[in-house]
């Protein structure tokens, strides 16, 4: 895959093979960010698509001194968001993408790790909207902390305080303890 730096310098000249590149590159994060913040596979989809069609349509244009990878994440994070507002919650009905499972699992492993990533998900999904997002943007999206606080517009002492109860309450939840 191409350095952002490079990719950005194509984008300016309209180049539709740095768009496909950036589009290979990231889709995954974005996805897998959108999925987690909603547990909807249907509108992540659209979210990702959508940003990423307002990303093409700009991409001539663009003059980001940052990262892609922070650009689209900040993209998809603003249009969950924008998605949250206009709809009540629902309770989730779809998951994370599984990791995939190695080809030398076999069938008893193979479903003893479907059903930890899926355990995974639900306590996931049961987190606090604002620790949810600074566990999948760390994690899924890889993002430093100081990203992530400018994200959520706070400070990074709160984004680090988000991620510790986040974590603890991943433990808590996967080991069968009972939160007060």
Not at 59 to 77: D, F, I, P
Not at 110 to 137: K, M
Request: no cysteine.
């Amino acid at each position: 895959m191409l350095e952002d730096g490079l990719l950005k310098r194509k984008l300016r000249r309209r180049s539709p093979e740095a768009l496909a590149h950036v589009y290979e590159k990231y889709v995954d994060v974005m996805l897998t960010l959108a999925l987690g913040l909603l547990h909807d596979r249907a509108a992540a989809e659209d979210v990702v698509q959508d940003v990423f069609l307002s990303f093409a349509r700009s991409a001539a244009g663009l003059r980001l001194r940052g990262r892609l990878r922070s650009y689209l994440v900040t993209g998809v994070l603003n249009r969950v968001r924008d998605l949250r507002k206009q709809q009540q919650r629902r309770p989730a009905n779809a998951s994370l993408p599984a990791e995939p499972v190695r080809e030398s699992a076999g069938p008893d492993q193979a479903a003893v790790l479907g059903e930890e990533v899926a355990r995974l998900n639900r306590a996931i999904a049961e987190l606090p909207d604002e620790q949810r997002e600074v566990v999948l943007l760390r994690l899924k999206a890889n993002l430093r902390f100081r990203d992530i606080a400018g994200l959520q517009r706070t400070s990074i002492n709160t984004v680090l305080g988000r991620y510790r109860y986040a974590l603890d309450r991943l433990r808590s939840s996967l080991n069968g303890e009972v939160e007060r």
